[in-house]
C-alpha cells in the first residue's frame, strides 16, 4: 500500500493530539493517509492495550485514514536500538508513504523523542537497497515533525485546521479511556497529565491559529527550508 502521510508516533492517541486536524484535512483532499503507533500504551494508568487498541480503531476511522498499524514495541521502554530500527524500516518499505509525520526530537517524554529518532533512522535504512529485511528499497520524499507539544520552540509552518477541528477533537475524545476518568480515576491522588491534556491541545490549536490569522492550527519544523516561488502572493499578513 502506498501512502501520501504517514503519521508515526510513540503512543495511541499521541497522532490525534498532535497533528489528527492535519491527517484530516489530507484525506478530505483525497490523499491516503495512515498511522503507525510504535507501542500499545500498555504502561499507561488508564485503560488497557485492548481498550486502547479498540478506541484507536474507532478514532482512525473518525480520522478517514487508509491504515493504522501498531508495531507492539515496549511502551516507556523505546530505544534507538537496531532491532527496533530495523521494524520501522519493514514498515516504510511496506507502507510507502510519499511524507512522514514524526515526533520533534527533543522533548519531555522519552518515548516522544526516540520516536521521532527512530523514525528518521528507520526511513533511511529502508532505502538502503542492501539492507536484507524484505521489499523493495523506499525512502520517503519529506520527514515533517510535530511540534503541539513543543512551546518553547518555534515551528516553521503551520497548517489551518479550522474546518477540522471539530472531528479532531472528536477524534480525541473516541480515547475515553484516557480523557473520561472514572470515579476511581477522580479520586487518585496521583497528578496525571491527561485530566488537561486535550483542553491544553485545544488552547495550543488557538495559539497557532492565532499566528497564521485562523482560529486553530497545527504546528510543524522541517530540517529543509521551505521554497517559495511566489513572494508577491505569501499568506499571513505581516504585523
Same mark, same amino acid.
Given at each position: 500500500m502506498k501512502l501520501d502521510l504517514l503519521a508515526i508516533a510513540a503512543h495511541p492517541d499521541d497522532v490525534e493530539l498532535t497533528c489528527g486536524g492535519t491527517l484530516i484535512k489530507m484525506a478530505g483532499l483525497?490523499?491516503?493517509? +495512515?498511522?503507525?503507533?510504535?507501542?500499545?500504551?500498555?504502561?499507561? &494508568?488508564?485503560?488497557?492495550? #485492548?481498550?486502547?487498541?479498540?478506541?484507536? *480503531?474507532a478514532a482512525a476511522k473518525i480520522m478517514g485514514v487508509k491504515v493504522r498499524e501498531n508495531l507492539g514495541l515496549p511502551d516507556s521502554r523505546l530505544e534507538v536500538n537496531e532491532e527496533y530500527?530495523?521494524?520501522?524500516?519493514?514498515?516504510?518499505?511496506?507502507?510507502q508513504p510519499h511524507?512522514?509525520?514524526?515526533?520533534?526530537?527533543?522533548?519531555?517524554?522519552?518515548?516522544h523523542y526516540n520516536a521521532g529518532r527512530l523514525g528518521y533512522e528507520g526511513c533511511f535504512?529502508?532505502?538502503?537497497?542492501?539492507?536484507?529485511?524484505? +521489499?523493495?528499497?523506499?525512502?520517503?520524499?519529506?520527514?515533517?515533525? &510535530?511540534?503541539?507539544?513543543? #512551546?518553547?520552540?518555534?515551528?516553521?509552518? *503551520?497548517?489551518?485546521?479550522?474546518k477540522e477541528f471539530?472531528?479532531?477533537?472528536?477524534?480525541?475524545?473516541?480515547?475515553?479511556s484516557q480523557f473520561a476518568p472514572s470515579a476511581?480515576?477522580?479520586?487518585?491522588k496521583v497528578y496525571i497529565p491527561l485530566d488537561e491534556l486535550e483542553s491544553r491541545m485545544t488552547v495550543m490549536s488557538s495559539y497557532y491559529g492565532r499566528m497564521i490569522d485562523v482560529r486553530y492550527a497545527e504546528p510543524f519544523l522541517t530540517k529543509e527550508i521551505l521554497a517559495v516561488d511566489d513572494i508577491a502572493r505569501m499568506p499571513v499578513r505581516s504585523a
Open positions: 483525497g490523499y491516503r493517509t +495512515g498511522i503507525l503507533d510504535l507501542t500499545r500504551g500498555e504502561m499507561g &494508568s488508564r485503560g488497557t492495550p #485492548e481498550i486502547r487498541a479498540r478506541e484507536a *480503531a530500527k530495523l521494524e520501522l524500516a519493514r514498515m516504510i518499505r511496506e507502507l511524507t512522514v509525520i514524526l515526533p520533534y526530537w527533543e522533548g519531555r517524554h522519552p518515548d535504512l529502508a532505502g538502503l537497497k542492501k539492507l536484507p529485511i524484505g +521489499g523493495d528499497a523506499f525512502r520517503p520524499f519529506k520527514i515533517i515533525y &510535530s511540534m503541539a507539544y513543543e #512551546e518553547s520552540v518555534r515551528p516553521n509552518f *503551520a497548517v489551518d485546521i479550522t471539530d472531528r479532531r477533537r472528536r477524534a480525541i475524545l473516541a480515547y475515553k476511581k480515576d477522580k479520586g487518585s
